[in-house]
RNA sequence: GACCCCUUCGUCUAGCGGUUAGGACACAACCCUUUCACGGUUGAGACACGGGUUCGAUUCCCGUAGGGGUCGCCA
C-alpha cells in the first residue's frame, strides 16, 4: 500500500543539496566501492535484486532527469536495516530485520541494507561477512547492493558545512578533556549531563589557535521535540533535555546521528523500524532532520528481546550470531515464524509462514513491552517446519551434519537412503543436528557395534527368535514396511509374544541402539539385503 | 542521578469498559503405541500494587513498586 507523504520543504532542499554535490559522482563511487568490498570479503553472495541499479543512483536520476511533480505524488514504502559491523547478527538485529523485510514485502515497497561502518576501529570484514551471512540464512534479501556508509563521509561533510552556512549549526573548540570534566560535574552535582552551549553564540574570532573545532548542531533551546512513533505512541521531550549534538567531528568525518539521517534521507527511507534503544536518538536525529526541512520519517522503535531471566541477552542465551541457530539444526522459516511472534501478534495464530506473515504484518501489531528469548518455543515451531519440509532439501540439509559425524561424506546412494529415511525420521528430530544423530546408524558399517542397551536386549533367545523371523522375512515378496510388519506380527502372534518382545531385539540387529524410528520403516529403508544381512550377523554372536 | 519506555498464566501473547480472561510453548495426568517421538484428551497456571473516573474496570487517569533503554568527537 503507498504512503503518501506531504513534500513540503523536501524538493527544496533535496535539490539544493543535489546541486552542490555531484550527485551521480559519489553515488557511483559508492556503488563501485560497496561491490569491491562485497567482493573483497568473499563468498558470501546477498540476495539483491540482479540489473537494478541501487537506490541511491536511481534517485539521483529522478532528481536530475524528472520534473518535481514527479516526485510529489505517492511514495512507496522504503525500510532499510542498519547494522553496524562490529559483531554478529545476534537475535534482535534478526528480528529487526525481519519487521523491516516484512514491512516492505507487505507494502510493496522496498527494503535496503545499509552498513553502519563509519567506526572504523571496531569494524570489521568478518562481522559484515557475518551478518551477510545471517541475512542470507534467514533469507531476507534486500532489494538493493548494501549501502556502505564509509563511502559517504564526504557528502555527510557537505551537509553539515550546509548547516553551519545556514546558521543551524556552530564551531566548538572545546577539547574531550573540557567536555568530561563538564560531564563530570554535572553529573556530581545532579544536573543533566548535557553540553553547556560553551561555543554556540561565541564570536568565531575567539577560536583558540591550533585547534580543529567539531561542528554541533544548534538545536532549539525551548519548547520541546515530539516524534510519532508507529509502536510508542507520541512520545515528546523537553528541548531542554537535548544538548547540541556533534554533527562533524574535529578530524571532518561524521557521527553517526549525521550520517544515518543524511543517508535515510537520500535513500528515501519512509520508515525507520529499529529497536528502541535508539528511542532517544529519535529526537536528536528529528532535530537534524528539521535543521535541514527534510520531511522526518515515520519511526516504529521495536522493544528489545532480553534473555530467559529478563537481563540483557548474554553470550549464555542469544547473544550469539544467527548463525549459530542454523548450526544448532534450525530451520530459517521456523526461525522466522519464532522471531516474528516474539513482540508481534496476530490473534490467536502461532504458526504463520512467511507468506502469510507478509500479508498480515503491519506495525500497529508490535507489542510495546520488551520480550524474553525462549529456546522451548522456538524448538517447537523447528519440530512443526521439519514435518512439513521437503525429505529431499532436509536430507542435504543434513548431509554435512552426518558427514562431520561420520568423518566422510556421503555418497549418492546413501543421499538416497537419507532421503528415503527422512519421512518417518522427520517427525521425531526438532533440529537438523537431532536428524543427523538418529539417522547415523543408517550410515554406520556392519556388522553392528549395539550399544551397551542394545546389547542388553540382544540375549540368546532373542537372537535364536532373530533368526527364525529372518528365515520369514527373507521370504517376503514385497520389501515394504507393510509387509514386514504383517509377517513379524504374524511370527509375534504365533510364539505367543508382544510385539515389543519381538520388535525391540530386531531395532538392536539392525540399528544398534534401542531408540528408532518403527523397525519396519528402518528395514524398508535399508532394503531387502542390507536389512537381512544385519539380522543374520545378530543372529551369530 | 536525569530523561524516556514498559508491566495479563513460568514464557510468547489475545483482549481494546460488561468475557466462565482465550490461544501457543513449557509442565502434569491419561489415551494411542514395537522403542523414541508425533498426535489426541484433560488439568494446573495470569490481569504487579494503591487510589481515582464509571452503574461497572484487565481495559481510561494518577501515583507506588519492579523491569528496561538512553545520557561519547561509539554505533
Redesign the pocket.
Known amino acids: 500500500m503507498p504512503v503518501s507523504r506531504p513534500t513540503g520543504s523536501h524538493s527544496g532542499h533535496c535539490s539544493r543539496s543535489s546541486a552542490s554535490i555531484p550527485a551521480r559522482e559519489w553515488s557511483t563511487r559508492n556503488r563501485a566501492m560497496a561491490h569491491a568490498r562485497t567482493g573483497a570479503s568473499g563468498s558470501y553472495r546477498f540476495g539483491c535484486r540482479a540489473g537494478q541499479p541501487c537506490a541511491l543512483s536511481r534517485r539521483f536520476d529522478l532528481l536530475n532527469r524528472r520534473p518535481l511533480s514527479s516526485r510529489m505524488q505517492t511514495m512507496t514504502v522504503v525500510t532499510r536495516f542498519a547494522p553496524?559491523p562490529?559483531g554478529f547478527l545476534h537475535i534482535g538485529g534478526a528480528r529487526t530485520a525481519l519487521f523491516n523485510w516484512l514491512y516492505a514485502r507487505h507494502t510493496g515497497g522496498k527494503f535496503l541494507l545499509r552498513i553502519?561502518?563509519?567506526?572504523k576501529e571496531?569494524s570489521t570484514q568478518e562481522a559484515i561477512a557475518a551478518i551477510m551471512e545471517s541475512l542470507s540464512w534467514l533469507e531476507l534479501d534486500a532489494d538493493e547492493e548494501p549501502l556502505f556508509?564509509s563511502t559517504r563521509a564526504q557528502r555527510h561533510a557537505e551537509v553539515a558545512r550546509e548547516m553551519l552556512a545556514a546558521g543551524k549549526a556552530y564551531r566548538c573548540y572545546?577539547?574531550?578533556e573540557e567536555?568530561q570534566a563538564m560531564?563530570d560535574a554535572a553529573?556530581a552535582e545532579?544536573r543533566?549531563?548535557?553540553?553547556d552551549g560553551t561555543w554556540r553564540d561565541r564570536d568565531p574570532s575567539q577560536a583558540p589557535a591550533g585547534v580543529s573545532p567539531?561542528i554541533r548542531l544548534k538545536a532549539p533551546q525551548e519548547g520541546e521535540t515530539k516524534i510519532v512513533d508507529r509502536v510508542?505512541?507520541e512520545?515528546?521531550?523537553?528541548n531542554a533535555?537535548l544538548d547540541d549534538l556533534?554533527l562533524l567531528?574535529?578530524?571532518g568525518?561524521p557521527?553517526?546521528?549525521l550520517?544515518v539521517v543524511v543517508d535515510d534521507h537520500d535513500m528515501g527511507v519512509t520508515h525507520v523500524i529499529r529497536g528502541?534503544?535508539?528511542?532517544?536518538?529519535a529526537f536528536r536525529q528529528t532535530q537534524i532532520f528539521q535543521a535541514m526541512g527534510w520531511d522526518v520519517p515515520v519511526f516504529a522503535h521495536v522493544?528489545?528481546i532480553?534473555g530467559?531471566d529478563?537481563?540483557?541477552l548474554s553470550k549464555r542465551h542469544g547473544a550469539v550470531g544467527a548463525e549459530a541457530y542454523r548450526d544448532m539444526g534450525f530451520l530459517p522459516e521456523a526461525m522466522r515464524n519464532y522471531l516474528l511472534?516474539?513482540?508481534?501478534?496476530h490473534?490467536?495464530d502461532?504458526i504463520i509462514a512467511t507468506g502469510q506473515a507478509i500479508e498480515w504484518f503491519d506495525l500497529d501489531?508490535i507489542?510495546?513491552?520488551?520480550?524474553?528469548f525462549?529456546m522451548?518455543?522456538l524448538?517447537?515451531l523447528n519440530?512443526?517446519y521439519m514435518?512439513e519440509a521437503d525429505g529431499g532439501r532436509l536430507a542435504r540439509l543434513t548431509a554435512p551434519l552426518l558427514a562431520a559425524r561420520l568423518d566422510r561424506a556421503l555418497d549418492q546412494s546413501e543421499m538416497a537412503l537419507l532421503t528415503a529415511a527422512m519421512p518417518s525420521m522427520k517427525?521425531?528430530?526438532?533440529t537438523l543436528v537431532e536428524l543427523a544423530e538418529q539417522t547415523e546408524f543408517y550410515f554406520h558399517p556392519r556388522p553392528v557395534r549395539p550399544d551397551e542397551k542394545a546389547s542388553k536386549v540382544l540375549t540368546p533367545e532373542a537372537r535364536a527368535a532373530i533368526a527364525e523371523l529372518r528365515e520369514e522375512l527373507a521370504t517376503v515378496a514385497e520389501w515394504s514396511a507393510e509387509a514386514l510388519?504383517a509377517v513379524v506380527r504374524g511370527y509375534a502372534e504365533r510364539v505367543g509374544l508382544?510385539?515389543?518382545k519381538v520388535?525391540?531385539p530386531l531395532?538392536a540387529a539392525l540399528t544398534g541402539r534401542?531408540?528408532?524410528?518403527?523397525?519396519?520403516?528402518v528395514m524398508a529403508v535399508f532394503g531387502r539385503d542390507e536389512a537381512l544381512a544385519r539380522l543374520q550377523d545378530a543372529t551369530v554372536v
Open positions: 553496524s562490529t553502519e561502518d563509519t567506526d571496531r556508509q572545546c577539547s574531550p567536555l560531564r553529573r545532579g543533566p549531563v548535557r553540553y567539531v510508542q505512541g512520545v515528546t521531550v523537553a533535555q556533534i567531528r574535529s578530524d568525518t557521527t553517526y546521528m550520517a528502541d534503544d535508539h528511542m532517544t536518538n522493544p528489545l532480553h530467559p529478563g537481563a540483557k511472534r516474539l513482540g508481534w501478534g490473534g490467536d502461532e501489531g507489542g510495546r513491552s520488551p520480550s524474553r525462549d522451548a518455543k524448538t517447537a519440530l512443526h514435518k517427525e521425531r528430530a526438532k510388519e508382544g510385539l515389543g520388535a525391540q531395532r534401542t531408540v528408532s524410528p518403527p523397525v519396519f520403516d
